[in-house]
């Protein structure tokens, strides 16, 4: 089992940042791909980011891509959120998700094993 925790959400007016954590239990963090979702009102869970277990690769939605920058430090079992340039269309509840044990999880919702319970990012125009 994996308990993931986000962190770092809040208000932030458009143009500005914000960086979201989010902790792992467990021993198996660094054998993990993990991502980053977001749900807006209204609308389904959409892919944001991934990385590799390693951290050797990332990827990114076309609309954060730029902008946004995944990374993880496997010693902290933690991986990061950095978001810049924040628009009003970035508003939604930004869920972490860990991948299966030493497998690929790339930019679908079934990839992932775990995930944690969110949290919510407000951009003001």
């Known amino acids: 089992q994996v308990q993931l925790v986000e962190s770092g959400g809040g208000l932030v007016q458009a143009g500005g940042s914000l960086r979201l954590s989010c902790a792992a239990s467990?021993?198996?963090?660094?054998?993990?791909?993990m991502g980053w979702f977001r749900q807006a009102p209204g609308k389904e869970r959409d892919f944001v980011a991934r990385?590799?277990?390693?951290?050797?690769?990332?990827n990114y939605a076309d609309s954060v891509e730029g902008r946004f920058t995944i990374s993880r430090d496997n010693a902290k079992n933690t991986v990061y959120l950095e978001m810049n340039r924040l628009k009003p269309e970035d508003t939604a509840i930004y869920y972490c998700?860990?991948?299966?044990?030493?497998?690929?999880?790339?930019?679908?919702?079934?990839?992932?094993?775990?995930w944690g319970q969110g949290t919510q990012v407000i951009v003001s125009s």
């Open positions: 998700a860990a991948g299966r044990l030493r497998s690929y999880s790339g930019y679908g919702r079934e990839q992932y094993a775990y």
């Open positions: 467990g021993r198996t963090f660094s054998t993990r791909d």
């Open positions: 990385i590799s277990w390693s951290g050797g690769s990332t």
